[in-house]
């Protein structure tokens, strides 16, 4: 079994900053990229920013600049460097990880319960 549990969120005020943690534990033999997706109220999930084990990144457009994921392959830890705020970015968080549990086993994405991130004016 694999759970993810994510911390970090809370109310933060219009330019703020948070810093959001996803720990991955449990039965994991390797971990191929973990990702942090958002849904607002009314609105459809989406991704955030994503890292690969090898350290590549990619993010949605509306975060470019002001959001750094980041991980620590030996802690099976991402991170989501949240900066200059902003009332949309105001959502709950969810962290995934795409990996395997076994050596031979089949790559599939985990999610965690998610994190309330709210931004005030």
């Known amino acids: 079994q694999v759970q993810l549990v994510e911390s970090g969120g809370g109310l933060v005020q219009a330019g703020g900053s948070l810093r959001l943690s996803c720990a991955a534990s449990?039965?994991?033999?390797?971990?191929?990229?973990m990702g942090w997706y958002r849904q607002a109220p009314g609105k459809r999930r989406e991704l955030v920013a994503r890292i690969f084990r090898g350290g590549d990144t990619n993010y949605a457009d509306s975060v470019k600049g002001r959001f750094t994921i980041s991980r620590d392959n030996a802690k099976n830890t991402a991170y989501l460097q949240m900066n200059s705020l902003k009332l949309e970015d105001t959502a709950v968080y969810y962290c995934?990880?795409?990996?395997?549990?076994?050596?031979?086993?089949?790559?599939?994405?985990?999610w965690g319960q998610g994190t309330q991130v709210t931004v005030s004016s």
């Open positions: 995934t990880a795409d990996l395997k549990r076994t050596i031979i086993g089949s790559i599939f994405t985990s």
């Open positions: 449990g039965s994991i033999f390797s971990i191929n990229s």
